[in-house]
Structure formats: structure tokens, C-alpha cells
């Protein structure tokens, strides 16, 4: 059996690569993972290929034996790993509740780890592995500094496993979005905080997965699906933080 294994598959990108993924011919079943069952069950009836449900709060890590048992009973051959299981937070730093830092470091950077290991022995050569990042993975982000350093350990932890991999023929790719206007992100992160307005540019979940599908396709180890992202991406190899921090909190005030 050929599974496409999805986290953050209630709602936002989750759902959008189900959707997008819906008619290849090397997924037989999709399972999809997080904490919201009901809305999963409802997702999953809008998909023409079966879904397995697994309800999975993956910042509780003992709850992830959920994953292990249904990997080791089932066996199934992992043609697409997608981590897009996320959140964030706005504000200060120190005024951001200590609950909800550990919350973004849990989710952002141990869950999509575990994940990503308790799957690998499951990968074959041509699977493919996405992990959803962000463009604040490029540099600290004011009033987003936990959410970027979060980010930032997911891109680097990504571009390593793309290279330890391609001697198995798997490819991996960091993706690594702008905001993005139809997912719940920008409601749960603003519940801290308003600290960003207007959210100028910001794409869309259709865009952003039919383009990181392709980045995935051609391998590239960072894919940046939409122009702002695009840009974000080589400014920030070419301008130093010192300089980019304080632009970038004019330009969010805007």
C-alpha cells in the first residue's frame, strides 16, 4: 500500500495537498494527522481516495505512538511526507506567555522531527518529503522572534536531510511561504498580539501547494512558492540582519 502521510490535515495547507494529491496514481490512501477528528472525517469525505484518521496532538509526544503502531502494523510504502502541522505567535519576546513559545518549538521543530524519523523507514526511492517552513526561517522576525528561530531550525534541519538522502533517491524540500490568507495561521498567531497589518501580497493555499508540488517534483532543496518569499529568500543571503531586522519592523508598521 502507497500512503501519503499529511500532519496539519484538518484544515489550511494540510488540506490542500490531500486535495491536490487526490488523483495520483502512487497514493493509495491518504493518513492524516492532527488534533481536530471531526473536522478530519469531514475533510476526508470530500477526497475521492480512503483516509485514515489519526488523531494526534503532536505536541504531546507520548501521543505519537498513535503513528508508530499504525506504521508498524501496516507497513505502508510513504510516497509523500508532508509536515505542515504548525503555529505561531506575535509579539515581544518576553511578553509572549512561556506556554505558547513552548508550544511553537514543540510543534515547529520536535514534531516535524519525530515525525519525519518515525516515517523514514518507510520512504523508498522517488518518496518525497515537504516539511512546511516559512520565509521567516531567513531572518529574525521582529515580533515573531521564537516563530522565525522555530522556522529557521526547520529549514537548516531540512536542507541537511535533503542531502543525507539523496543517495536513497528521496527527495526532500523545505517550503518555505510568505502569509498566506486562507488558512487559520494569522488568526491563531494574532491571538497574542496584532503586530503585523494588512498582510500585503499574501498568497493563497492553492498557489502556494501547486508550487511547492513542482519545487518538490524538480528537487530543489528550498522552495519559495509566490514572489514575495522569492525575494525575501535572496535579500536576506545578501543583506545583513543588522540592517534587515529594523527595515523589516518599518515595513510591518505600514
Known amino acids: ?122 520512504l523508498r526511492k522517488g518518496s518525497r518529503v515537504l516539511e512546511i517552513s516559512s520565509t521567516a526561517s531567513f531572518q529574525p522576525l521582529p515580533r515573531l522572534n521564537v516563530y522565525s528561530a522555530s522556522k529557521a531550525f526547520l529549514t537548516s534541519y531540512t536542507k541537511m536531510l535533503h542531502y543525507e538522502l539523496i543517495p536513497r533517491g528521496i527527495k526532500v524540500t523545505a517550503v518555505c511561504p510568505y502569509w498566506i490568507k486562507d488558512t487559520e495561521f494569522i488568526g491563531q498567531a494574532e491571538k497574542t498580539s496584532k503586530d503585523y497589518s494588512g498582510y500585503f501580497l499574501a498568497s493563497r493555499t492553492q498557489s502556494v501547494v501547486k508550487m511547492a508540488l513542482f519545487d518538490s517534483k524538480m528537487n530543489f532543496w528550498v522552495s519559495t512558492p509566490g514572489p514575495v518569499c522569492f525575494v525575501h529568500r535572496i535579500a536576506a543571503k545578501f543583506i545583513p540582519h543588522e540592517i534587515m531586522v529594523p527595515l523589516v519592523d518599518l515595513v510591518r508598521k505600514l
Not at 501519503?4 to 487526490?22: H, K, M, Y
Not at 521543530?109 to 523507514?121: G, I
Open 1 to 122: 500500500m502507497n500512503a501519503a502521510v499529511i500532519t496539519g490535515a484538518s484544515s489550511g495547507l494540510g488540506c490542500e495537498f490531500a486535495r491536490q494529491l487526490d488523483n495520483e496514481p502512487n497514493i493509495d490512501e491518504f493518513w492524516l494527522i492532527a488534533r481536530r477528528r471531526e473536522k478530519m472525517e469531514a475533510f476526508a469525505e470530500t477526497l475521492k481516495k480512503p483516509s485514515r484518521i489519526l488523531p494526534i496532538d503532536l505536541t504531546k509526544r507520548e501521543e505519537l505512538s498513535i503513528l508508530k503502531d499504525a506504521l508498524h502494523t501496516n507497513k505502508p510504502v510513504i510516497t509523500y511526507l508532508i509536515c505542515a502541522a504548525g503555529t505561531g505567535r506575535m509579539g515581544k519576546s518576553m511578553d509572549i506567555p512561556p506556554d505558547d513559545n513552548a508550544m511553537m518549538i514543540d510543534l515547529n521543530c520536535r514534531a516535524a522531527v519525530d515525525v519525519t524519523q518515525m516515517c523514514y523507514p518507510y
